[in-house]
């Protein structure tokens, strides 16, 4: 009797095993790309930085905290605040959006698209 309980232990262990490796094997894959930014390609503020700012700053920044960016009013606030100076390293936008308090709510690519931006001349494109 014994010998037959190890062998129904041994069988259901080998199908377990079997029943695991083929679920395992039959999962999908997948790859993440992380976006790259490159410095030589122009960055539109219409296009890249607004949506941006409209996404992860606006629900604190809508006007009751400077800088104020709402849409229509972003590119003045960041223009009058001088938020957007050379070097872009050392300006203040960009030294927020890097910062412990800030550095979460946007990705490194993110981050990427603002510096260039502002090394760019911070223009009011689309």
Known sequence: MEYRNM???FGALIFVLIAGAAILSSCEHHSFLVE???PVDSVYFGAVIQ???EKKCAACHG???DPDL???RSYESLVSGDYVT????ESR???KVISSGHAAYTLPEEKLKILYWITQGAKNNK
Not at 86 to 89: N, T
């Open 7 to 9: 062998r129904r232990i």
């Open 36 to 38: 790259t930014v490159d």
């Open 51 to 53: 949506p941006l700012l």
């Open 63 to 65: 006007g009751s905290k």
């Open 70 to 72: 709402r849409a229509d």
């Open 86 to 89: 050379l070097p872009a390293e």
């Open 93 to 95: 936008l960009y030294r």
